[in-house]
């Protein structure tokens, strides 16, 4: 895996898919022209965030004719970006969308929707089912929205797929204004930064974060989108509140070297976790010990 | 010692400027205009909204009662000044006192939430004159404890200082240079002559502040709030003030008949767009 991958910090206009399209391509396009192989935009891109009753209203099937134009561009560079996701059975999800080679090449459906606090998203949408691996010609990719990096099995499944980068699309608010030792932002931003930093060092992958930016009735998106090395150390981050893009290279040479000088990945107990799993469901850890068979 | 409630005002400045910008371009509007009281709320309302549209842009309104206190309006004319705001002046007298000896309204709440409301209907009015917005000035702490007058100084379109308790606005004020005749007087709602909002309370803002940041922001409980040493019955009246005044926060309740009612199951946002 070596590429350049640009990491687009947008400001979608809630509602206005034609409007927010219009962004994508031309970002997409001028991420190609720079070069770039991948380009991330943050979750619901497309659509906005808190879109509430208009989920019914703007929902589509991944065939829809409006994606064609975003679809012809992934010939040029792959395209990741967010919107509402339609399935025939009635069920809407929030779902991150990977674009190549003019193909749907995967899509990764928010597995932990947020409704605590200021979110509803349960309300509007159904969970996704499952955590699969997008194989990618620039690499193996773990797909992420926002709540699903706060849960640790998810990171875990993309761990054992050996992905080479996990790529993460937020719609984060920024909450806490207090004073912070010689940092500027919300204090929600380094509350993700520690988060983001930590599944880097887990997995020793890279770890793109497209976090949007802009207001919805008062709540402000954070920003700070950044990328992190696979030894965890934020390489790279926007400005928090203005939209902006940034281009970043991912190597081989550099994971190979991060793997081999922290070796988790070969140390990693999998069949542990396995056994756990299937004997003791929610408490787990407490038989860890016995002696049951693996399921 | 460090304050729970404290913020970095520099970048709650930034976000606020932001916040105004946006929200009223998402409205169709770049021009503000704001009730200018001779306080310290009004005046930081104002400096951000000069910030976020340019002092051109924006008006300060400032509307007498024959008997409003002139210092009133004389810190409204120099918050304006010193940040290159257009003013203007409206007395609202005549209009209040049609109404008031029409109807005989005795002294008091009543007079005082009549002229809050005539000065309601002026800003409104001329807003669709200077083509811009309203913008608030109520504080997170008044807005909890319900001191303000409903459609009054309640009404208005967005509001930058909705989640900042008074500590956080007087924080606000000292890094946006509100004039220190403005910053340090008593808060008043100049209703009625020698009037401040902490001897109508019967508490100070900063006993409040210290109080509902537990409260309201962490969620302590009663008896969590009396063992951090706050007196029981302090905790019921400000709990009593903020439960008795929810009405003030919200929008009027809907009678719901059909199957999609509006705030019910017509869920959109304000910056709904299609």
Known sequence: MDLRLSIAQTNPVLGDISKNLEEHLRLARAAAADGADLVLFPELSLTGYFLRDQVFDLAMYLDAPELKPLLELSKAVSIVFGMAERHPDGRCFNSLVFLEDGEVLGVHRKVHLVSYGMFDESRDFAPGEE???????????????????????????????????????????????????????????????????????????????????????????????????????LRTTLDGLEEGELSVSLTSAELHRARQRTPLLRDGRPELVRRALGCAGSTGSADLGADTPAS | MSNPLDIDPAFTTEVLVRFLREELASAGFSRALVGLSGGIDSAVSLALAARAFGPDEVLGVMMPYRTSNPDSEAHARLVARELHVPTRRVDISAMVDGYLDQESVPSGMRRGNVMARMRMVVLYDLSEEWRGLVIGTSNKTEMLLGYSTLWGDSAHAVNPLGDLYKHQVYQLARHLEIPTEVVDKPPSADLFEGQTDEDELGFSYAEADRLLYPMIDERHTEDELVGSGFDRDFIRLVAGRIVRNQYKRVMPVIAKLSHRTINQDFRYLRDWKS
């Open chain 1, 131 to 233: 955590w699969n691996t997008i194989e990618s010609r620039l690499g193996r990719f773990g797909l992420f929205l926002c709540e699903d990096l706060w849960h640790l099995g998810g990171q875990y499944v993309r761990i054992l797929d050996r992905v080479d980068a996990l790529l993460v699309a937020s719609a984060g608010p920024g909450r806490g204004v207090g004073p912070q030792d010689g940092v500027q932002g919300f204090e929600s931003l380094g509350t993700w930064r520690t988060l983001l930093s930590a599944a880097a060092m887990h997995s020793l992958s890279y770890v793109a974060w497209a976090n949007r930016v802009g207001f919805e009735d008062g709540v402000a998106f954070s920003g700070g989108s950044a990328l992190f090395g696979p030894d965890g150390r």
